[in-house]
């Protein structure tokens, strides 16, 4: 079956380490993928694109990297903050037919404590 | 949350009662969408649109319809809401020349 997964379990990391997230995915050939970051009780906010034809992507404490033969991404944050605490999902579109119908992981709780 | 209202943002209906969710929008975008957010399934895509009057089936659209009379606003309505649609349920938008989407605030939508 097609499916994309996250860590369920919760990444507890101390301030100013490294968080890596990963997101696996099964049978997609996706032409570029998305990291979305969740507050409790609001909605995602997009942070990050990355196409099949890039290796890595940053923006600022944000890198996001993009395996396609392992059919994987590993969306890091560097000096990590508590401010970072969050949900992170990864965001696929299995068609790239132009309608952007995201197929969403689960998504994995950030965090980071004093 | 740019540009985006849901209302209303809590409702708790009983089972076999008309539901209808609104999502607006102030950014003129061409495309809108529906989803709903379970514990353990992340977001699940129920229906878009990708123009006024055009509508298209999500992932998980049995049981939902939804209308598009206006840019501006899609409508989500459940015709006889069940205890499985209670959930948590966001708009999104996102203009033509990319791939972003922009969520609206979510409503919290329980039937008893």
């Known amino acids: 079956s097609q499916k994309i997964e996250q860590n369920s379990e919760a990444l507890n990391i101390q301030e100013g380490k490294t968080a890596t997230l990963t997101c696996n995915y099964t049978?997609?050939?996706?032409?570029?993928l998305q990291w979305y970051r969740q507050d409790p009780g609001r909605g995602p906010v997009f942070l990050l694109l990355?196409?099949?034809?890039?290796k890595e992507k940053r923006k600022e404490r944000l890198k996001v990297t993009f395996d396609t033969t392992l059919k994987q991404s590993l969306f890091h944050i560097t000096a990590s903050q508590p401010a970072d605490s969050a949900t992170y999902l990864c965001?696929?579109?299995?068609?790239?037919?132009?309608?952007?119908?995201?197929?969403f992981g689960a998504g994995t709780r950030l965090a980071v404590h004093p | 949350d740019a540009g985006i209202t849901q209302s209303p943002r809590h409702k708790v209906t009983e089972t076999g009662t008309p539901v209808t969710l609104r999502c607006h929008q102030t950014e003129n975008h061409r495309y809108m969408y529906w989803y709903r957010q379970d514990p353990g399934h992340g977001l699940r895509l129920i229906h878009y649109?990708?123009?006024?009057?055009?509508?298209d089936k999500g992932e998980v659209s049995d049981g939902y319809s939804v209308s598009r009379s206006k840019t501006e606003d899609f409508l989500l309505t459940l015709e006889s809401a069940t205890s499985s649609q209670t959930s948590v349920y966001f708009c999104?938008?996102?203009?033509?020349?990319?791939?972003?989407?922009?969520f609206g605030p979510g409503t919290r939508l329980t039937v008893t």
């Open positions: 965001a696929l579109d299995p068609v790239s037919g132009g309608y952007n119908k995201l197929i």
């Open positions: 649109s990708y123009g006024v009057k055009d509508t």
């Open positions: 990355i196409r099949e034809n890039e």
């Open positions: 049978n997609y050939s996706p032409a570029y």
């Open positions: 999104a938008i996102r203009e033509v020349s990319s791939y972003e989407q922009y």
